[in-house]
């Protein structure tokens, strides 16, 4: 099981907090056996899941991908609302 930084947890939770300020159900982060379901504001199912190596998520989260390199990730769901909050991360 890979470890999580206490870094990857805060940009985590502020990508929750964007996903709920932007009126969207909530997203998966799968990696290796774990996963983080970030934006759940109500009880609705997440919308989405971005499965990655948890150094690619960590890239992901902290805005170093472009919308390009988002949208080629393994997606499951539309990934097109969450790719706008991430390229502006």
Do not use: C
């Amino acid at each position: 099981m890979a470890a999580v930084s206490p870094e990857f947890e805060e940009l985590a939770a502020e990508l929750g907090r964007r996903i709920v300020d932007a009126g969207l159900r909530g997203l998966v982060l799968r990696f290796g056996d774990q996963t983080r379901i970030v934006g759940v504001a109500d009880r609705m199912p997440p919308a989405a899941t971005l499965e990655a190596p948890l150094d690619e998520l960590h890239a992901v989260l902290s805005g170093r991908r472009s919308t390009e390199e988002l949208r080629a990730l393994r997606w499951i769901g539309n990934p097109e609302p969450y790719i706008a909050l991430l390229a502006s991360g």
